[in-house]
C-alpha cells in the first residue's frame, strides 16, 4: 500500500529527550515476543497471523494514551496475512503532541522483528485529504480495521473514508483504470504466464482490491461467488510460496511450482498452473464487467448516433424525437434506454448485447449463442451478463452435423480479428465454448512448457484465429484457414510424440460434427498434420537441393493447400511469441514457398546455385559483406567452413544457413547471418579477422575458443539424428542441442577433424535450444563410421557446454 504519510523527516527523539504523552513514557522498552505461523496456508492460517500480530501490536502500543488510535489497512486490516508479507500501519490521533516519538517507538520493534512496515501518522482530516488526491490511498483506508488504541478515532475514519469513497468512486475510477493498464502492462496476463506475478498481473490479487473497493462503491455485485472463491484459491498459492521459498515473493517461477502444488495438495504443478489461470481469468472477467458498470453510471459514450436537436423542455433531441439524456446516451421519447438491432436476435442497449425479445422462447435456436458471440466479436461491444448467463442456462447443444448457420457464425466470430479474443473469452467463462466444442475442456489453461510461448494452448490457439485474419485475402478459402488455425495444435496434451500426426484426426472429427463434406475435412486434417512441415523445411534443409522441393511438393499436393500452409504458419508465429520468428525465417519460408510453388505449377525443380564469377576468378583470399549475406573464397583446406563460421560467432552474427562449394582449387563458403543483439557488426573488423583466419592466422579462432568454453548452457542432453535420402548427394546429420556460442564452430570443426566434408548447414534457434543440419558429402555412412562421428560431435557438444568430454 502506499504510505499514508512519512515519518518524521528530522528522524525519532534519542530516548533520554522523548517526551511524555498525556503523562506516559512514549518509551515502552522491549518488544513482546511475536511467534507467526509462517508455515500455514489457508483461511485460518491467515486469520491465526493477523491474532497473533494484534496481540503484538496492542502490547507496543502505551496504555493510558487518550486520543490514538493503530489501525491496519492492506492484509492485516483484511485479516489475509501472508506467511511473509508486510505491514501497513496507521498511527492515528486527534492533535496529540509528540505523536512522532510515540510513532518511532511503535515502528522500530516491528523493523526489529525484521517485518516489511509501511507506516505512516496521521489525523483524521489528514489521511481524508491525502485519501481524496490518491485513489490507491482512497482504495486502502477501505480496509481500515482498529487494532489498538481510541476505537472512537477509528470508526471516525472508517466512516469517513466508506462515505468519501461513494461519493467520489465513479469520478475516480477513470484514473484509477489507467493506472491499473499500466500495471498490466508491465506484468502481464496472469492466466496466460508460466510465471506471474499473483499480486501484481492482470487477474492477480492487487485487481481484487479494486473490485472490493467497486463493490464498496455500490456500483456493482463485483465481489461473486466464483471471484470470492477464486480470491480464496489465489491467497493459498500466495501462503504455499512464501511458505515454500521462506520469505515475501510473489511471482510464481518455475522452481518452486512443485513445491508450491504440494503444500496445496495438488499432486501434478500443471495442475496448479491451471487452476491459478482459472481464478485469474475469473478475477479479469469481473474486472471487466465492473468497468463497464462503472462508466455506465458516469454516462460512457455511447455507440448509438444521431443528430441533436434543440427541444422546448430543454433537453437535446435527435431528429425523429428522442432523447439525449443527462449520461451522454441516446434514449427513447419517454426516457426509457434505446435497444438497437446489431444482428439476427442480437439488439445494443446501454452498451451491452443482449437478446432480442423474440429470441427469447420454449425453444431456443441451437445456434443462437454462437451468433450472439459473434456479433459481440464483430461489433466489439460486450455482451450482457444477464444474457451470457440466460445462454448458457438454456440454449440447446448443437446438434450433429451443425446447422448451416451454425457453421456460418463461427466463421464470422474466427474471422473477427481482435475483436474474437474479448468475445471468446468472456463465451468460455460462461461455458458456452464447450457446448461448441466438447474437446475444450482438456486445452483450457493448459500451460505450454516452451520458453517461445507466451500463451496457454486454448488463448494460443484463439490468438492463432485472429492473427489467420491477416492472410484471408491470400488464400481461395478463408473460411478453412481460420478453421485450421483454431484446430492446429489440438494434439497437444494428447498421448504421442507429434502433436500434428496426433491431432491430425481430432480436427478431422470436430470438422466432421461441424458438417463439413470429406473432402474440407481431409483438408482440415492435413492442414494441421503438416501445420510445421514449412518452418521445419525452411530452417534444416538446403531450399537448392531439389529433393527437398520436391519432396514438400509431394506432401503438400496442390498450390491451394500450399498457400493456406504459408498463411497458417505465420498465424501460429504471430501468436506464438516475438522468439517464434524472425525476418530471416519469413524469408526462408517465402522462399521455400515459391519455389513448392514453381514445382507444383510447372514440375520445374530448383537449378543448382551458380556461385559468383568475382569468387571464382578473383585473387585469394576475397570477402564479400552484404545486408544479411558474408560469402568467403579461399584456397581450398579442410576446416575452412568451421573457420568462417567461428570468425562470425565472434562477432556476435547469428548463421541462419551455410552453404560450401568447391570450384576447381578454391573454397566457396557462404553464410545467412543475422545480428545476434540487433547490433551489426563493424564490417571492417569482420571482413579484417576474416581474411586472417583463412589465410590460417590461429588467433581469431583461439579467441572464439575461449569465449565458448566460458560460455555455460543448460544441462539437457544433446542429440545427434541422422536423415537417409533427404538430399540429392549428401546425408544430413542434426543435432539438437542447447544454444551456446561458439556451438556451429565447434560442431564444424569436430565433423572436420573425424573427416566428414560439409557442404551446407541450417541452422533453427527454438528459445534457447538449436536444431543445426549439416549435408555431409557422400553416401550413407556404415553403423561404425556414423557412431565415430556422433562421437565426435557429442565431445564438441559437451565442451562447449563447459563439461569434461565423455
Known amino acids: 500500500m502506499t504510505p499514508l504519510i512519512e515519518g518524521n523527516p528530522s528522524g525519532p527523539t534519542p530516548p533520554d529527550e522523548r517526551p511524555l504523552i498525556n503523562g506516559v513514557s512514549a518509551v515502552t522498552g522491549a518488544a513482546p515476543p511475536l511467534d507467526l505461523d509462517r ?63 510515540l510513532a518511532a517507538a511503535l515502528w522500530y520493534p516491528v523493523w526489529d522483528a525484521r517485518l516489511g512496515l509501511d507506516h505512516s501518522v496521521r489525523t483524521v482530516p489528514e489521511a481524508l485529504d491525502v485519501a481524496a488526491g490518491d485513489v490507491k490511498v482512497a482504495l486502502g483506508l477501505l480496509d481500515a480495521r482498529h487494532v489498538a488504541g481510541d476505537p472512537d478515532l477509528t470508526r471516525q475514519l472508517a466512516g469517513a473514508a466508506a462515505e468519501q469513497w461513494r461519493r467520489s468512486a465513479v469520478r475516480r475510477l477513470p484514473g484509477l483504470r489507467e493506472i491499473t493498464t499500466a500495471r ?22 492487487r485487481d481484487l482490491g479494486i473490485l472490493r473497493g467497486i463493490a464498496a462503491a455500490g456500483i456493482t455485485d463485483a465481489l461473486r461467488p466464483a471471484v470470492r472463491a477464486a480470491h480464496l484459491r489465489l491467497l493459498d498459492t500466495r501462503d504455499a510460496l512464501h511458505a515454500t521459498v521462506g520469505r515475501r515473493v510473489d ?39 465492473a468497468w463497464r458498470a462503472a462508466d455506465r453510471l458516469r454516462g460512457g459514450t455511447s455507440r448509438t448516433a444521431g443528430s441533436r436537436q434543440p427541444s422546448t423542455d430543454g433537453r437535446p433531441r435527435t431528429a425523429d424525437g428522442r432523447i439525449h439524456s443527462a449520461d451522454g446516451r441516446i434514449r427513447a421519447a419517454d426516457g426509457r434506454p434505446l435497444r438497437r438491432p446489431v444482428a439476427r436476435d442480437v439488439v445494443e442497449q446501454d452498451g451491452e448485447l443482449v437478446l432480442a425479445r423474440t429470441a427469447i422462447g420454449a425453444r431456443p435456436d441451437p445456434s443462437l449463442s454462437l451468433r450472439v ?23 440447446p447443444a448443437l446438434p450433429v452435423p451443425w446447422p448451416a448457420e451454425a457453421r456460418s457464425a463461427l466463421i464470422t466470430l474466427l474471422g473477427a480479428g481482435t475483436g474474437l479474443i474479448a468475445a471468446w473469452e468472456t463465451a468460455d467463462r460462461y461455458g458456452l465454448v464447450d457446448g461448441w466444442f466438447p474437446e475444450w475442456p482438456r486445452m483450457r ?29 491470400e488464400v481461395d478459402r478463408p473460411d478453412l484457414l481460420l478453421l485450421g488455425a483454431l484446430l492446429h495444435d489440438v494434439g497437444k496434451g494428447l498421448p504421442g510424440a507429434d502433436h500434428s500426426t496426433v491431432g491430425a484426426p481430432v480436427a478431422g472429427a470436430v470438422a466432421a460434427r461441424m458438417g463439413l463434406p470429406d473432402t474440407e475435412v ?88 551458380v556461385p559468383d564469377p568475382a569468387l571464382v576468378a578473383g585473387p585469394l583470399p576475397a570477402v564479400h559483406l552484404s545486408e544479411g549475406t558474408v560469402t568467403v573464397a579461399a584456397a581450398d583446406r579442410r576446416g575452412l567452413l568451421a573457420t568462417v563460421a567461428g570468425c562470425l560467432a565472434l562477432h556476435r552474427m547469428d548463421v541462419v544457413a ?36 583463412v589465410t590460417g592466422d590461429v588467433s581469431v579462432t583461439q579467441r572464439l575458443r575461449g569465449r565458448a568454453l566460458a560460455a555455460r548452457a543448460d544441462d539437457a542432453d544433446p542429440k545427434v539424428v541422422w536423415h537417409r535420402d533427404a538430399a540429392t548427394d549428401a546425408v544430413v546429420l542434426e543435432v539438437r542441442a542447447a ?47 556414423r557412431t565415430r562421428l556422433e562421437q565426435a560431435v557429442y565431445t564438441s557438444l559437451r565442451e562447449v557446454q563447459g563439461r569434461a568430454p565423455g
Open 39 to 101: 508455515a500455514g496456508v489457508g483461511t485460518a492460517a491467515r486469520e491465526g497471523r493477523a491474532a497473533a500480530l494484534d496481540r503484538w501490536l496492542t502490547g507496543l502500543l502505551p496504555t493510558g494514551v487518550d486520543r490514538i488510535a493503530l489501525v491496519a489497512v492492506g492484509g492485516l486490516g483484511r485479516r489475509q496475512c501472508a506467511p511473509y508479507g508486510d505491514l501497513d500501519l496507521l498511527l492515528l490521533h486527534d492533535r496529540v503532541p509528540g505523536v512522532d516519538d
Open 658 to 693: 551455410a552453404d560450401a562449394a568447391t570450384v576447381d582449387d578454391r573454397a566457396l563458403v557462404e553464410f545467412r547471418v543475422q545480428p545476434r543483439y540487433g547490433l551489426a557488426a563493424d564490417p571492417v573488423a569482420l571482413a579484417a579477422d576474416l581474411r586472417r583466419a
Open 445 to 473: 489453461s493448459l500451460p505450454q512448457h516452451n520458453a517461445v510461448h507466451r500463451y496457454t494452448l486454448d488463448r494460443h490457439l484463439v490468438q492463432t484465429a485472429a492473427e489467420a485474419g491477416r492472410y484471408a485475402r
Open 522 to 609: 481431409a483438408l482440415i486434417e492435413r492442414l494441421v498434420r503438416l501445420h510445421l512441415l514449412l518452418p521445419d523445411v525452411a530452417t534444416r534443409r538446403d531450399l537448392s537441393d531439389p529433393v527437398t522441393i520436391s519432396r514438400v511438393a509431394e506432401a503438400v499436393g496442390d498450390p491451394a493447400t500450399l498457400d493456406l500452409l504459408h498463411g497458417l504458419v505465420r498465424a501460429d508465429a504471430r501468436a506464438t511469441g516475438p522468439a517464434a520468428w524472425s525476418d530471416w525465417k519469413g524469408r526462408l519460408i517465402a522462399e521455400l514457398v515459391r519455389r513448392v510453388h514453381t514445382a507444383l505449377d510447372t514440375g520445374v525443380l530448383p537449378d543448382p546455385p
Open 373 to 395: 458471440v459473434a456479433a459481440s466479436a464483430t461489433t466489439r461491444l460486450p455482451i450482457s451478463r444477464a444474457t451470457c448467463e440466460w445462454l448458457a442456462a438454456y440454449c
Open 184 to 205: 498490466w502492462a508491465a506484468h502481464g496476463e496472469l492466466a496466460f504466464l508460466l510465471e506471474g506475478d499473483l499480486k501484481e498481473s492482470a487477474g492477480g490479487l
Open 251 to 289: 511471482r510464481l517461477v518455475a522452481q518452486e511450482r512443485a513445491g508450491v502444488a504440494t503444500r496445496l495438495g495438488i499432486d501434478d504443478p500443471d495442475l496448479l498452473l491451471r487452476r491459478v489461470a482459472q481464478d485469474a481469468r475469473t478475477v479479469s472477467h469481473a474486472l471487466d464487467d
Open 739 to 785: 544454444d551456446a556460442a561458439g556451438l556451429l564452430y565447434r560442431v564444424c570443426a569436430a565433423l572436420d577433424e573425424a573427416g566428414a566434408q560439409v557442404r551446407a548447414a541450417r541452422i533453427a534457434t527454438l528459445g534457447s535450444a538449436v536444431v543445426d543440419a549439416f549435408y555431409l558429402v557422400g553416401g550413407w555412412p556404415d553403423d561404425a563410421e
